[in-house]
């Protein structure tokens, strides 16, 4: 059975970082295609980055590029976030999520419609 579970969340101030954890089993996440996606509330849920399953391309909103990294590791099956420089604007449930590519490719995926399994989410807060 797959399953991806999330940890790492937190209360931070701004400015500060914070690294989510994704731990994933039951399956070989080196065949997945990866992404983080958070939804605050009143909100949608939105992609703050994915990574190909070849080759790990990874794609990034504006409003992160520069203090948020994508990565894995498929000996552990383990999926980060590192979340640097956290601003006022960035709390909200942060869920990790993956798709099987039955062949190899370099595509990633912004649409959570196109992810097959997600994470139960962590909590992000940023306060002073």
């Known amino acids: 059975q797959v399953q991806l579970v999330e940890s790492g969340g937190g209360l931070v101030q701004p400015g500060s970082s914070l690294r989510l954890s994704c731990e994933g089993s039951g399956f070989h996440l080196d065949d997945y295609a990866i992404g983080w996606f958070r939804q605050a509330p009143g909100k949608e849920r939105e992609v703050v980055s994915c990574?190909?399953?070849?080759?790990?391309?990874?794609w990034y909103p504006d409003c992160v590029k520069g203090r948020f990294t994508i990565s894995r590791d498929g000996v552990t099956s383990m999926i980060y976030l590192q979340m640097n420089n956290l601003k006022p604007e960035d709390p909200a449930v942060y869920y990790c999520?993956?798709?099987?590519?039955?062949?190899?490719?370099?595509?990633?995926?912004?649409?959570?419609?196109?992810?097959?399994?997600w994470g139960q989410g962590t909590q992000v807060t940023v306060s002073s």
């Open positions: 990574m190909s399953e070849t080759d790990d391309n990874t």
């Open positions: 999520a993956a798709k099987y590519e039955a062949v190899d490719t370099t595509e990633f995926y912004t649409d959570a419609d196109e992810y097959d399994y």
